[in-house]
């Protein structure tokens, strides 16, 4: 619960100090360089905390939902589009004209 509220005082003080609040740092590319060089070392203190077990039951996690998400992306993407082919080859020459793609304009 005390970590759900402690985000607002410190997203309080980066709008204040920053480039757009009271204009205390005017750099912006340097925030930058120095955001980059915190989130490397949270992850090198999340890598001393990480049991290289833990690592791999994450990783085998992680490969089941990429796998199973990117097989769901190609049956969506290989799945037929536009009017069912029985409708196009038995109807009329003016059905079949309102089921053919239309051109494309430039």
């Known amino acids: 619960m005390r970590a759900s509220r402690c985000w607002w005082p410190i997203s309080c003080f980066g709008v204040l100090f920053g480039p757009w609040g009271l204009g205390l740092v005017a750099d912006v590319s340097l925030l930058k360089d120095m955001a980059h060089i ?9 890598g001393l905390h ?6 791999l039951h994450m990783f085998g996690e992680a490969a089941l939902v990429t796998a199973a998400s990117s097989a769901a992306c190609a049956a969506l993407a290989s799945a037929p589009r536009g009017c069912p082919a029985s409708a196009c080859g038995k109807a009329s020459s003016s059905a079949r004209r309102s089921c053919s793609p239309a ?4």
């Open 38 to 46: 915190g989130i490397i070392f949270l992850l090198f203190l999340l």
């Open 50 to 55: 990480l049991h290289p077990q833990k690592l």
């Open 103 to 106: 051109p494309l304009s430039a």
